[in-house]
């Protein structure tokens, strides 16, 4: 009997958390499809289907560019940080040098700082180097944010990885480069895409640097466009245009999870060493 | 062919030296076994001669070059890994062929190299395969493989057989002592803690302890003519009975050595008398602990099975007065 009850309890928890999860994204999707007046009456059930608001938002103004935008610089900012990290974190993990610990406690701590605490100078800093309502403004800038993180897992990664085969590459006549990208790359797939994935959604969803570093609807980023879309009259709040830009925003992330959860396999250093 | 020369090296970690001044020639061609207790710094040596750990002072000159301040690779050198240490994402193939990749070398001859190296570690059938795949034994094969194409003018082994079961162990011994009669031209260095290793492979063993040189010889020199009480302890199995007080008095020594094949149970009269504590019979062997009224029960190999009863009163001798004297200083009296 204790036992039915434990597993009753732990399958209703189950339910609760997956229902509170992914309630918000549900609502978002079955309002997407509604038009007119039914916006407005609440209904937890798919009463009506229409594609009209999803239309309206791609062909309205200057959504798909706005859309190329948050690709290129959810791209760009993954890549970047990840090379940087990747490079740093050799350093940081594999030689030796004096300060390293306070180096490593520094990048954590940059992270911590809150981004309105930096905005305005960081402002000056993107207007001093010309980059200003550019989208080379909003990478620099997520990447600043983004490297703290991804350093910091990729050292812990890499510390892991035996030494052995290190030297076996250094006796093999590798370079720390070669050493990097032959050797430490391939073994460490699963901490990139991991830390990669969380980068590329910090930039995808990031919305103060992009409101505040842009001016021009043609760089803006999409979650700006999203909370900037009016309807015909001040007074009209476009739920329905809102939710398809939001549907189709989550969609991109939510198919690249799907594809780097099979990549993430752990036990890629297995057979290398002993054990 | 060639030479190395160790001239006063020395290592530190911070403040606390691990080798403290070694001064050591290994032929051309020789096959050189560091040996010692874990922590003596048999490892490190190796290290140092590798290059993967800086020399703190002194000369490594390999053909009267000094090497000190070149690279692994610069220096010639191949090694091989307790751990293996294979690339687990590259095939065996790759694993091989990643050296020579790197020296730029034609990709015919990198695959002439490989296919000739894996033939003769018989590991031909396993290119096309991960390590993750292979067993202990092929891994270890593998590794060896992959400093054999590297063709190095010096090979070194840091315990590459501790990882293996007992059984593999033995053939992988025999495939290293075969490795080094076809390699003549190739200088070897071999690390290991166990001395029946150091005993059938090397042509010297260099017996280390704290960071010194305690001893340099031949396997039959160290075990015939020990230049102290650590070296006579540490070759030979079981160890050697090591007797003080009036019964080393009586050879005119502080410290009166017999190894346990050197005795023998007689009927009477024998230099020492006790009781038979245990017997361990081996089958082709046995070894006898009889408690003579020293510290330490005295060992004593047989051939064959014992026949002595735990409790017997034995009297036992040294064979031909085969013993080692020693003085206060473990040195030979």
Redesign the interface.
């Known amino acids: 009997m204790p036992a039915l009850v434990k597993q009753t309890a732990f399958y209703a928890l189950v339910a609760i958390i997956v229902l509170f999860s992914v309630f918000p994204f549900y609502y978002a999707i079955i309002t997407s499809f509604k038009t007119g007046n039914s916006l407005f009456t609440i209904s937890y059930l798919p009463t009506s289907f229409s594609l009209a608001n999803y239309v309206s938002v791609i062909e309205a103004g200057s959504f798909t560019r706005n859309l190329l935008n948050s690709v290129i610089v959810s791209s760009l900012v993954v890549m970047l940080s990840l090379l940087i990290a990747i490079t740093a974190s050799f350093a940081l993990a594999r030689v030796r040098f004096r300060g390293r610990s306070l180096l490593l406690l520094t990048i954590l701590s940059v992270s911590m700082f809150p981004q309105i605490a930096v905005l305005a100078g960081l402002f000056e800093v993107i207007r001093l180097l010309g980059l200003y309502n550019t989208l080379w403004g909003l990478i620099f800038s997520y990447t600043i944010f983004t490297l703290p993180f991804t350093v910091w897992v990729l050292t812990t990664f890499m510390r892991d990885l035996?030494v052995?085969?290190e030297?076996?590459?250094?006796?093999?006549?590798?370079t720390p480069w070669?050493i990097i990208t032959?050797?430490f790359l391939?073994?460490m797939w699963p901490a990139m895409v991991t830390t990669g994935l969380l980068a590329f959604i910090a930039a995808w969803n990031e919305f103060l640097f992009a409101l505040t570093f842009t001016s021009s609807t043609e760089t803006r980023t999409v979650p700006v466009i999203i909370a900037l879309l009016t309807g015909n009259s001040a007074h009209e709040v476009p739920w329905g245009a809102i939710m398809a830009a939001s549907v189709i925003v989550t969609v991109p992330l939510v198919v690249l999870v799907l594809i780097f959860q099979r990549k993430i396999i752990s036990g890629?250093?297995?057979?290398?060493?002993?054990g | 062919m060639t030479t190395i020369r160790l001239k006063e090296l020395r290592k530190s970690f911070g403040n606390f030296d691990v080798i403290k001044g070694v001064n050591l020639e290994i032929n051309p061609c020789e096959f050189m076994v560091f040996v010692g207790p874990s922590g003596c710094g048999k490892s490190t040596l190796l290290r140092l001669i590798?290059g993967?750990e800086d020399i703190t002072s002194g000369t490594l000159s390999f053909d009267d070059k000094v090497v000190n301040s070149l690279?692994?690779?610069q220096r010639g050198?191949?090694?091989v890994?307790?751990?293996?240490?294979?690339?687990?994402?590259m095939t065996v193939y790759d694993n091989m062929a990643?050296?020579l990749k790197?020296?730029k070398g034609g990709a015919d001859e990198i695959r002439k190299r490989v296919n000739e190296a894996a033939e003769m570690l018989q590991i031909t059938e396993y290119l096309d395969r991960?390590?993750?795949?292979?067993s202990?034994g092929q891994?270890q094969r593998v590794a060896i493989g992959?400093a054999i194409v590297?063709d190095p003018k010096v090979f070194l082994f840091d315990e590459p057989l501790s990882?293996l079961d007992a059984a593999l162990r033995v053939a992988t011994r025999l495939e290293i002592a075969k490795l080094h009669a076809k390699m003549h031209e190739t200088t070897m260095i071999y690390v290991t803690h166990d001395q029946v290793e150091a005993m059938t492979l090397a042509d010297r063993i260099c017996v280390l302890r704290d960071g010194n040189v305690e001893q340099v010889g031949t396997p039959l020199e160290l075990y015939e003519k020990p230049q102290s009480t650590f070296v006579a302890g540490f070759i030979g199995s079981p160890k050697m009975n090591f007797l003080t007080g009036k019964f080393a008095e009586a050879y005119k020594a502080d410290t009166l050595g017999v190894r346990p094949e050197h005795l023998q149970i007689v009927e009477k009269a024998g230099r020492w008398q006790g009781k038979l504590l245990l017997s361990e019979n081996l089958g082709s062997e046995s070894y006898l602990y009889i408690d003579i009224g020293a510290q330490e029960p005295l060992v004593v190999r047989q051939d064959g099975t014992a026949r002595h009863q735990p409790g017997e009163a034995l009297h036992v001798s040294p064979i031909n007065d085969n013993v080692h004297r020693f003085d206060k200083a473990g040195k030979p009296a």
């Not at chain 1, 030297?167 to 590798?174: C, K, L, P, S, Y």
């Not at chain 1, 890629?268 to 002993?274: E, N, Q, Y």
């Not at chain 2, 991960?130 to 292979?134: E, F, G």
Request: charged content about 15%; proline content about 9%; hydrophobic content about 45%.
């Open positions: 035996p052995e085969i030297e076996a590459a250094i006796v093999d006549g590798a070669v032959k050797v391939p073994l890629l250093t297995a057979g290398g060493v002993k | 590798s993967l690279t692994p690779s050198i191949a090694m890994f307790q751990s293996y240490a294979l690339y687990p994402h990643f050296g790197l020296a991960l390590p993750k795949q292979l202990g891994r992959r590297r990882n």
